[in-house]
């Protein structure tokens, strides 16, 4: 069977999807018998440079053109509102979409699929989350048979690198941005990857696929790496753990947590040792336990391998669309998002050296039935403070499992005690333990 292809929007992905096209389109044939055939790409600039050269008889700037010279369009512009009204079209015309936007998606996902059930089309987004590893289709097909418990991991490639770049080889965090950017990881906004955006959007759209449960993408929760101190690195070390931008989405009971922030993991945790743009997310169902996937989590040949395969999977909803009513609609009507969540938590403040301080900290915790696992100071200088120019350290505290608000309104105590100096920094770590 013969699929026309077209593109919509030629950057590093759309790039990458035309070269597979053109190199392994007979190795897909072989192995499936299905033949996609590339009609057209559109693109408005094609003066830029890109790492493939895409012949020049299948471009166009026109992607009304693209619509009615394909059986399937790819949705690659990226963003919300010209790629919404794409897709949206495509539909009208009876035909199917495959995307990679997940901003589109987390905040618009379920208006969309929607109206791809409407009006019996296939929408495939392998290539929205994770890269080049197959985790929709994971969780939508081989893990059916579970309730989903848990899912987090590292989503994002780009904020992988930077931080081991920075953390583990020194280099400054405008350089690995700018390698990032140079590999083609990077968000043409960067500030998507680096304030937590994607990876938002990534968890998000994960959850309504894995837990039914739409919300809104505004309630999620989202702290990204620009704040991270590398004092808090150091310190972090010292007690074994590692830092990583984690996503999170845990189920507890009828209320979901979902969350995106710097995280410190037992350095043994199979999560911790995942760097560079390699992403890995852990599924946790009733029935499977834990299972991991790993992979390239951004960049044209791994994205362009999950658009392809999603494109094998439109051709074989073309030919048996009795076969293709995989729902994408189901929702958990009791599911909540929650805001209070429950973790462990490590706590620095900058106080002076002196007698009483950890003693008034900890009963403020107390208070709050907020339980400590580990004390660690050091003598080494933050800076100097007050009228005597007295020297600051910081005073790192671990805690046992406890919940958000509590947290919180702990640390609004503890930060007008004269004694802390400056904004106390909280970070979550992520443990089996208590
Ligand atoms: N900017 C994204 C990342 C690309 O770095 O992970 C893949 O979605």
Request: proline residues 3%.
């Amino acid at each position: 069977m013969k699929v026309r292809v077209g593109i919509v929007g030629c950057g590093v992905v759309g790039t990458g999807v035309v070269e597979l096209l053109l190199k392994n389109g007979d190795t897909i044939k072989k192995k499936t018998g299905i033949e996609l055939v590339l009609t057209r790409v559109a693109d408005r600039d094609w003066q830029k440079s890109r790492a493939f050269q895409v012949p020049y008889q299948l471009r166009t700037t026109d992607y009304r053109e693209v619509i009615e010279q394909s059986d399937v369009v790819v949705e690659l512009v990226g963003g919300k509102g010209f790629a919404f009204e794409l897709i949206e079209e495509t539909f009208q015309k009876g035909k199917p979409v495959v995307t990679a936007n997940k901003h589109l998606l987390a905040e618009e996902g379920q208006e969309l699929f929607r109206r791809a059930q409407e009006r019996g089309v296939w929408i495939g987004f392998e290539a929205s989350v994770g890269g080049g590893i197959p985790i929709i289709k994971a969780i939508r097909e081989s893990l059916v048979a579970n309730q989903i418990e848990a899912i987090y991991g590292i989503l994002n490639g780009t904020t992988n690198y930077i931080l081991t770049r920075m953390l583990e080889e020194g280099v400054d965090f405008e350089r690995a941005l700018g390698e990032a950017q140079e590999k083609g990881y990077a968000e043409a906004d960067p500030s998507l990857d680096i304030d937590g955006w994607d990876s938002a959007h990534k968890i998000t759209l994960l959850s309504f696929i894995a837990f039914g449960g739409f919300f809104r993408f505004s309630q999620v929760y989202v702290e990204g790496i620009r704040e991270v101190d590398l004092l808090d690195v150091e310190l972090g070390r010292e007690l074994g753990y590692t830092l990583k931008l984690l996503a999170i989405a845990k189920r507890r009971g009828e209320e979901l947590e979902v969350r995106v922030h710097p995280t410190f993991l037992p350095e043994e945790d199979p999560l911790a040792k995942v760097s560079d743009v390699f992403n890995a997310i852990m599924v946790q169902g009733d029935f499977v336990g834990k299972t991991m996937f790993y992979g390239r989590g951004a960049g044209a040949h791994p994205t362009a391998s999950a658009v392809v395969s999603d494109l094998v999977d439109t051709a074989r909803c073309l030919m048996h669309p009795a076969n293709c009513r995989s729902r994408l609609d189901w929702q958990e009507k009791n599911l909540t998002l929650s805001d209070d969540f429950y973790s462990r938590y490590y706590l620095r403040f900058d106080v002076p050296d002196k007698p009483g301080i950890l003693a008034s900290i900890s009963r403020v915790l107390a208070d709050h039935q907020i339980s400590i696992a580990s004390v660690l100071q050091k003598e080494k200088v933050c800076k100097l403070a007050g009228r005597e120019g007295e020297p600051v350290v910081p005073l790192v505290v671990l805690t046992h499992k406890a919940y958000e608000r509590s947290m919180r309104r702990a640390l609004e105590e503890i930060r007008a005690l004269p004694v802390v100096l400056g904004k106390p920094v909280l970070i979550r770590v992520e443990e089996e333990a208590e």
